[in-house]
């Protein structure tokens, strides 16, 4: 596995990005990723940094890049694929939803467990923005997002960018 830092224009700054033989294995928001080894296959940091600019700018709807599945397993996976699968650019998902469309779930019946728990595994998401855990919101409202007051941001600048949510007038993206 190895790093790249992407530029973008999220509240968060800079995605880091983990790219394998297979795809893309990790990207996060917020944070450093620490002393890991960096990627020098031009191929991969031209085709990940092009995409996920044009995305970013409005000029893409999906990012087209291969996804290595290996940081997450069982349920989680399940639930990942099923986000990734069946929930378009431009549309959201409760955590509720998302739970019962999984299928991992059946079987609960505690009120609420599996929607908090799909909350918890959106916060796990290893492939923020590829696998559209921003798309997953509250029954009542836009719901959580990992980095705190900065993961909110992020949350809401893509949802605005892909049209869900109106810009405000500090909106800062493309229109």
């Not at 999220?10 to 990005?17: R, V």
């Not at 995305?55 to 290595?68: F, H, K, M, N, V």
């Not at 990734?84 to 467990?113: C, D, M, N, Q």
């Not at 997953?136 to 600048?157: L, N, Q």
Request: charged fraction near 20%; aromatic fraction near 6%; include cysteine.
């Amino acid at each position: 596995m190895s790093w790249m830092t992407v530029e973008t224009p999220l509240p968060s700054g800079p995605m880091h990005i983990a790219v394998t033989q297979v795809g893309v294995a990790a990207a996060g928001y917020v944070g450093q990723p620490g002393e890991r080894p960096p990627c020098t296959d031009r191929s991969k940091i031209d085709a990940v940094t092009g995409r996920i600019a044009e995305y970013l700018a409005g000029g893409r709807r999906e990012l087209g890049l291969p996804i290595d599945w290996s940081l997450s397993t069982g349920p989680h996976r399940a639930v990942l694929r099923t986000l990734w699968h069946e929930v378009p650019f431009g549309r959201t998902i409760t955590y509720g939803e998302l739970a019962a469309r999984s299928g991992v779930f059946e079987g609960v019946t505690e009120p609420g467990l599996a929607a908090r728990t799909v909350g918890q595994m959106m916060a796990a998401n290893p492939v923020a923005l590829l696998v559209p855990c921003h798309r997953v919101v509250a029954a009542d409202g836009i719901g959580g997002f990992g980095g705190g007051r900065v993961g909110i941001d992020v949350k809401r600048w893509l949802l605005t960018l892909e049209g869900v949510l109106e810009p405000t007038l500090d909106w800062d993206g493309p229109l």
